[in-house]
């Protein structure tokens, strides 16, 4: 155990975001951080889009409330029964996009509430249990853990 712990912490100092360093230490699939950060860097390195919050810290906060079976990871629908990766490529597209469209809103809320309206929207007929309606909240508290907020 105290191995994965330093592994984990080696891992954790590969991948500092210029803004916010990653808070992972309590992350539920410490195996998959080396994937995800892969992926994750393809997407939001690029640099040519300005990001409200950390996309890094945001990605693993939907991956943590999601808390998906293998093949569905992210809770990403479209990609049911795919593979960590394709989930994970699946989640950064929505990011990346709700992004953009978040900067041509007139009135900028918070963008993981904004976000959550588009992934994981209220009364979906996907959602017969009223799940998403815990969404936002989740995200959020997995967020804050994630970046060292409050």
Not at 7 to 23: A, M, P, Q, V
Not at 40 to 65: H, M, Q, T
């Amino acid at each position: 155990m105290k191995f994965l712990k330093l592994l984990l912490k080696d891992i954790l100092s590969l991948f500092k975001n210029d803004k916010e360093e990653l808070h992972l230490e309590s992350f539920s699939f410490p195996e998959e951080i080396p994937t995800i950060m892969k992926v994750a860097e393809e997407y939001f390195s690029k640099g040519d889009i300005e990001y409200p919050v950390n996309p890094y810290a945001l990605l693993f906060a939907i991956r943590e409330a999601e808390k998906g079976r293998a093949g569905f990871e992210f809770g990403v629908i479209i990609a049911k029964n795919t593979d960590l990766e394709t989930q994970c490529r699946y989640a950064c597209e929505t990011i990346v996009n709700n992004v953009k469209r978040f900067h041509h809103q007139i009135d900028e809320n918070d963008f993981i509430t904004f976000l959550g309206s588009r992934y994981a929207p209220v009364g979906a007929d996907n959602d017969p249990h009223n799940l998403n309606a815990n969404w936002v909240r989740n995200v959020k508290f997995f967020y804050n853990q994630f970046t060292g907020g409050s």
